[in-house]
């Protein structure tokens, strides 16, 4: 007999329904699956073979055909266990074919026939929903992640056993609803409040996190920048649904998200070891996954010692900084993974640590072209994406032993929060939601500058030598310095300020 069940697998950050078509019929005894599966589909006939036996079920001995349609895409979710159990059983009419009509059935299963929750299920319910399907059928540890999607109904399935029961009419399972969790504001343990000194360093991060540009902070060991680095999460504004949204379905497919399931709704901070190969910083493999730049979707990636990275690995960072987003090519897809991160790295100023720094007690010990060889591992093109680059000082004595607070996170988020209102009016109408992912038309159409600040930059621009992506990131920044300010043009002092973030820590952009 022929049955039809329904699952789903991913592909890149996507669900991709799959056909899961049943032949069971006289013949040789048999179990062959088909449909370009992978391994550990391959391995399914096994799970549902012996979950059906030990869940009290009877099948005959006959050859049996599974197709995973369509059968050009390359399936490697152990979820489609559950619906090839499923289509088993009806083409074996243990129920009515009607009754798995419409229901998409994502879980893997154990020995014993216990069902298993599984990665990515949100973006096979978001497919689900879109594909007409009126239920899903999923394990206890998916229910929250699948209820993120409204207008499909979930079903939890602890076991094969109690689906069939349910099936054949003999039981009743009720559709899961979301667990309540309590509400407030997330309370920060990294406050910058615990910062003391380093108010240049602060001021430029504020400016980072009101316009969502990129970072790079130079200074001595100890001077703080990991520190600063990770308080960002703590200014930044809250995501709103359809970033969470986003975010969610990202680290669902990664395996990422708590056992409880439910939206994401902090944004990610990514700091990789230095040791990150290429593939696990951008993503990809045989089937490709995503990586830290795609983790970092809509927060921050911090790398610590940056000179440290592979070049292979840093290089690979210029195309997502400039389009936000990847394009993985394999022999069998091509796919896009969103990138849109805030890039936040430190580094020393050379490989002791301490050049520029003689008045600390460490002199530097590194001959010129020691240093030279030392920043010349970061490029210009990789330099040229960062809108920011900042020198961190010695924090002096008595800033340490000061007892008076410094300013606390939710002073500076506030501030953050306000410019990016004000950002989210000027660019509803272009689809993006900071300075930092204007293009050079909208600059040109939203950023006008005064003449004696069009005149400060031209000046700068010829001294400097700068690119046409520096003269942009200047502006950009300026226009965010302004929103800071209230909103208002663009003068003289926002670009000078700009124009310093761009070259305080002299580091060569050529």
Not at 260 to 273: I, N, W
Not at 333 to 344: E, K, N, Q, T
Not at 448 to 456: R, V
Request: aromatic letters at 6%; proline letters at 6%.
């Amino acid at each position: 007999m022929f049955a039809k069940s329904y699952g789903a697998t991913t592909m890149g950050v996507d669900g991709i329904l799959i056909d899961v078509e049943i032949d069971a019929g006289y013949g040789m005894p048999s179990f062959d699956i088909v449909g370009l599966p992978d391994t550990a589909v391959r391995e399914s006939k096994e799970r549902v073979r012996t979950a059906i036996k030990n869940s009290g079920l009877k099948l005959q001995q006959e050859k049996i055909t599974v197709n995973l349609a369509p059968a050009d895409i390359r399936k490697d979710s152990p979820g489609l266990d559950l619906p090839i159990a499923v289509g088993l059983l009806a083409a074996h009419s243990l129920f009515p074919l009607s009754k798995i009509e419409g229901c998409l059935f994502a879980a893997e299963l154990s020995l014993e026939g216990e069902c298993r929750p599984i990665r990515g299920v949100l973006p096979m319910a978001i497919t689900a929903k879109e594909k007409g399907f009126h239920a899903m059928f999923v394990a206890p540890g998916n229910a929250n992640e699948a209820l993120l999607v409204q207008g499909i109904q979930v079903f939890v399935v602890p076991t094969l056993a109690a689906l069939v029961a349910f099936l054949r009419g003999e039981t009743e399972l009720q559709p899961a609803v979301p667990e309540e969790h309590s509400g407030g504001q997330t309370t920060w343990m990294d406050d910058f409040a615990d910062v003391q000194g380093q108010y240049a360093a602060k001021r430029a991060l504020e400016i980072a996190a009101a316009g969502g540009h990129n970072v790079l902070m130079v200074g001595v060991p100890g001077s703080g920048k990991t520190m600063l680095a990770r308080r960002m999460n703590s200014i930044l504004p809250a995501m709103t649904s359809e970033e969470a949204l986003e975010v969610t379905k990202i680290y669902s497919i990664a395996g990422l998200l708590p056992h409880d399931g439910g939206l994401v709704t902090e944004r990610p901070f990514r700091a990789p070891h230095h040791t990150t190969s290429m593939t696990a910083m951008i993503g990809g493999g045989s089937i490709p996954r995503p990586g830290e730049v795609t983790l970092a979707h809509h927060g921050v990636l911090f790398l610590d010692e940056l000179p440290e990275f592979g070049k292979s690995t840093l290089e690979v960072l210029r195309q997502p900084l400039e389009d936000r987003e990847i394009l993985v090519s394999r022999v069998h897809a091509s796919l896009r993974f969103p990138s849109s991160f805030m890039l936040i790295a430190a580094m020393n100023p050379c490989p002791c640590g301490y050049a520029g720094d003689e008045s600390g007690g460490h002199p530097c010990e590194c001959s010129p072209s020691e240093i030279k060889r030392y920043t010349r591992k970061i490029s210009g093109p990789l330099l040229d994406r960062i809108d920011i680059h900042i020198r961190v000082p010695r924090v002096e004595y008595k800033e340490l032993a000061s007892r008076e607070k410094a300013e606390p996170s939710a002073a500076i988020r506030a501030r953050v929060e306000a410019a990016r209102a004000i950002q989210h009016e000027r660019l509803k109408a272009y689809g993006i939601f900071s300075n930092a992912q204007m293009n050079h038309a909208m600059i040109q159409q939203l950023c006008p500058l005064e003449p004696a600040a069009q005149a400060l930059l031209q000046a700068a621009f010829e001294k400097m030598h700068l690119s046409a992506r520096s003269y942009d990131r200047i502006i950009k920044v300026a226009r965010t310095i302004a929103d800071l300010a209230g909103g208002g043009a663009i003068g003289p002092r926002e670009v000078a300020e700009a124009i310093k973030l761009r070259n305080d820590v002299g580091l060569s952009l050529e």
